[in-house]
């Protein structure tokens, strides 16, 4: 059961929603911050850039990276660089990899590590072990990077690595303290890749996942100098009551402590003397797009924020309540309203259901917006077009989600109690199913009222 109206703003949705979507595209971000000119080229923004080199002298070029988006801008670096790329290796999601003219790519799991991850892993180290200091190296990195570039650290093993992240993933510790235990329990993270592209000059292009855009989050920071310690990786272990580590997780962490192995890099170290990092694509971004769509379709619009963190069910009565303000006095802007959002939330696993914090956001709004005669849409989705262990993006829910439901014999509470948005989704038709996007900056949200 859906009005006209309703089903009208549930196709606006999906289409701001693409608008977002589209305008991170991660190809044509790299064709926007890098430009080749013969042997000139130029980084950043074309009326403003942060770098300009002569890539004449270099004897070689290589292409390394991991991550969600990798494949599309490593195809857009191919384009420019053409065959002076010597040789590239990529890590990418199963189901997001593409045919590239140099480029290996390789398919792994994530959010999980898998020995795909750690043997694609080993070829970019290979690869970044035979460059010198008359070589160039372009690291691409985008959203998953973490899980899909992948080496445990000392005696760590994959699977004990693959324990840890699964617990780390279910206590509802946030991305940034799951990175900052991944940093220390790898050889790669955390600024340690730039130590094994040395002596070569590195330009490391990022596609940011990561509330703030902080450099050293994105993927865990392989080429970024890393300003978390082995003491913050133990805090995040004592926050969430983390015990009976594997011995080998626990020895390196306390070998650690206690100084008898090296930090990862930090601020000034030799490692990025020679290493230029620029983000081309990030969450505001993509709000910036959806409100411009949103306003060409009549709405009057609001971006609350690119940074919203928190409890997934908590900052979905946020919205809602914003949503009823909007009915009831007209603030902080007057219908027909977009008020749009981004970040990344968390969710607590308490239940052994199948979904994602995009679908668990929709589904306690759902539960929220029950009731109301007026016309409210609400969406949240992941911009990869993938949202948890799932196919769909995330949801789209009106007034009526909770009575489709209904008639399907379902308790929308009892399904958010057990964490299975995704199979009351399922019943009620309102999944948001995009596919594989080829990009990954975090959500975006959308609250639609007429």
């Keep these: 059961m859906t ?175 799951i990175n900052t235990l991944r940093k220390h329990i790898s050889a790669v993270k955390g600024g340690q890749m ?40 133990w805090q995040v272990l004592e926050k969430y009551e983390l015990k009976d580590l594997p011995a080998a997780i626990e020895s390196h962490l306390r070998a650690g402590l206690n100084g008898r192995i090296p930090d990862t890099p930090k601020a000034g170290d030799p490692a990025f003397e020679r290493v230029h990092n620029l983000i081309i694509g990030s969450n505001i971004l993509a709000l910036e797009a959806a409100e411009e769509n949103a306003r060409t379709l009549g709405y009057r619009t609001l971006i609350l924020s690119s940074m919203i963190e928190g409890e997934t069910r908590d900052v979905a009565r946020v919205h809602t309540g914003i949503a009823r303000e909007v009915i009831k006095t007209g603030r902080p802007v007057p219908s027909p309203a977009c008020i749009i959002s981004g970040g990344e939330t968390t969710v607590t696993i308490r239940g052994n259901g199948l979904g994602g914090r995009n679908q668990e956001f929709c589904l306690a709004a759902a539960l929220d917006l029950h009731g109301l005669r007026e016309t409210v849409v609400v969406l949240s989705g992941g911009t990869d077009g993938d949202d948890g262990p799932t196919h769909a993006a995330g949801a789209i829910v009106d007034p009526f989600t909770m009575l489709r439901g209904k008639e399907a014999g379902l308790s929308a509470s009892e399904f958010l109690q057990n964490n299975d948005a995704y199979h009351f989704f399922e019943k009620t038709g309102d999944l948001l199913i995009t596919g594989p996007t080829g990009t990954n900056v975090m959500d975006v949200r959308l609250i639609l009222v007429r």
């Design 3 to 177: 009005s006209n109206e309703i089903r009208t703003m549930r196709r606006e949705a999906e289409e701001i929603f693409k608008a977002a979507v589209a305008a991170v595209d991660p190809y044509a971000a790299v064709k926007r911050f890098v430009r080749v000119e013969g042997d000139r080229l130029s980084l950043g923004p074309k009326e403003r850039p942060a770098a300009e080199m002569d890539i004449g002298p270099y004897e070689r070029i290589f292409l390394v990276g991991g991550g969600k988006a990798t494949a599309p801008m490593a195809r857009a670096l191919e384009e420019l660089l053409g065959p002076r790329i010597t040789r590239g290796v990529i890590t990418v999601k199963y189901g997001f990899a593409q045919e590239l003219a140099v480029t290996e790519v390789i398919e792994a799991n994530h959010p999980l590590p898998d020995r795909n991850g750690v043997e694609g892993t080993e070829k970019i180290l290979s690869l970044l072990g035979q460059a010198g200091e008359r070589d160039l190296v372009f690291s691409i990195i985008s959203g998953g990077g973490s899980a899909l570039l992948v080496r445990p650290a000392g005696e760590i093993t994959l699977e004990e690595m693959q324990a840890l992240t699964l617990r780390l993933l279910e206590c509802g510790a946030t991305i940034d303290e």
């Design 194 to 233: 730039a130590r094994a592209a040395m002596p070569a000059a590195t330009i490391n292009l990022m596609l940011s996942d990561v509330v703030g855009d902080r450099m050293d989050v994105i993927a865990s920071g392989p080429f970024v100098p890393d300003s978390s310690t082995f003491q913050d990786a």
